[in-house]
């Protein structure tokens, strides 16, 4: 395989791994507005919760960013690395190959290509990482600490037989 | 056996599919915007820019409504453009987390893969019916009568 075919692969490959850390964050959105129903977790069962999951799994970032700001005021370098990954994301799931297909023909365009599909990739792992902080105290309170999450993962794994 | 990196490079490639799905459909109803608005006889570049922009903003889905509504007949190939609509949803919004652990492992990333495969199938299949609308067989285009060599860029 040639340098340029290999570089073109880079691309495609950097994309999809932007994706899926787009798609991480939008779970993290999901995870963080289940976390702020833990002061009435009583009222819910498993199901509701599944349920609300579920629901939310529908919406679009953009909706989930919303509600999410509707409920919790969040300091502002972490809204605006947010909103950041937001515009960002919907860029590269609705335009980015269009609006690239130029610079994708070329070296020197495939690789500004790949330096900003890497700089995407710390956008959303930042943005998913200071969620996390920002959440953390709410759910430790509530009993939602890592090891639990770690007895609750292992638990599924062996009811699923994994 | 496939690798992390193959499943990331087949959501590229499938994901680029669905660009060009999405751009073939946006060129369609900019046309018939255009026409609609007699921009081809009366050039109004205010207007033409308002046309391009509201097309620019709509998601794939939007599109569709908006190729329903056109004068651009759709109705032989519905079926295509919905199951390519679902492909894409499925693909930007949901994938990863559908397939989650199975990324860690060589079995789940062929299952992966296999996914991938029929979701670009679906966004192609889609994509040649578009072009179709538009002058344009791919089926036909004569791979063997492609220029050959090599551009200096």
């Known amino acids: 395989m040639d340098y340029d075919d ?18 991480t964050l ?14 009435e977790k009583e009222k819910y069962t498993r199901q509701d919760i599944d349920e609300f999951m579920e629901g939310n799994f529908q919406k679009t970032l953009g909706a989930l960013l919303k509600q999410l700001k509707s409920e919790i005021s969040f300091p502002p370098d972490l809204e605006s690395v947010l909103v950041e990954a937001l515009n960002r994301r919907n860029y590269l799931a609705h335009h980015y190959f269009r609006v690239r297909a130029e610079t994708f023909v070329t070296r020197n365009g495939r690789t500004q290509m790949l330096h900003e599909l890497q700089s995407d990739q ?3 792992e930042k943005a998913d990482e200071q969620l996390a902080k920002a959440m ?16 609750e993962y292992k638990a599924m794994c062996q009811r699923l037989g994994i | 056996m496939p690798s992390l990196d193959d499943v990331y490079r087949k959501f590229g490639v499938a994901s680029e599919a669905a660009q060009l799905l999405e ?26 820019t308002t046309l391009f922009k509201k097309i620019n903003r ?10 329903e509504s056109s004068s651009e007949s759709v109705d032989h190939f519905e ?45 192609l299949d889609a994509y040649k019916a578009v072009m179709r609308l538009s002058g344009v067989d791919l089926g036909k285009v004569p791979l063997n009568q492609l220029p050959t060599g090599h551009l200096p860029i």
Do not use: C, W
Request: zero cysteines; a neutral charge; proline letters at 2%.
């Open chain 1, 26 to 39: 939008e779970h993290a959105i999901v995870n963080a507005l289940v976390i702020l129903r833990l002061p």
């Open chain 2, 23 to 48: 751009t073939e459909l946006g060129n369609i109803l900019i046309f018939a915007g255009a026409v609609d608005q007699n921009l081809i006889d009366e050039p109004n570049e205010e207007r033409g």
């Open chain 1, 136 to 151: 953390k105290p709410l759910r430790l309170t509530h009993g939602a600490t890592d090891s639990a999450y770690e007895a």
């Open chain 1, 6 to 23: 290999e570089q073109t692969r880079d691309v495609y490959a950097h994309y999809g791994l932007a994706m899926y850390l787009a798609q």
């Open chain 2, 58 to 67: 709509q998601t794939l889905g939007q599109l569709l409504k908006g190729l």
């Open chain 1, 122 to 124: 710390r956008l959303f």
């Open chain 2, 79 to 123: 079926g295509l453009l919905a199951k390519a609509l679902k492909a894409r949803n499925r693909l930007t919004h949901s994938f990863y987390r559908q397939h989650n652990i199975r990324r860690n492992s060589e079995d789940g990333r062929v299952k992966m893969l296999e996914d991938l495969e029929l979701i670009h199938h679906d966004l």
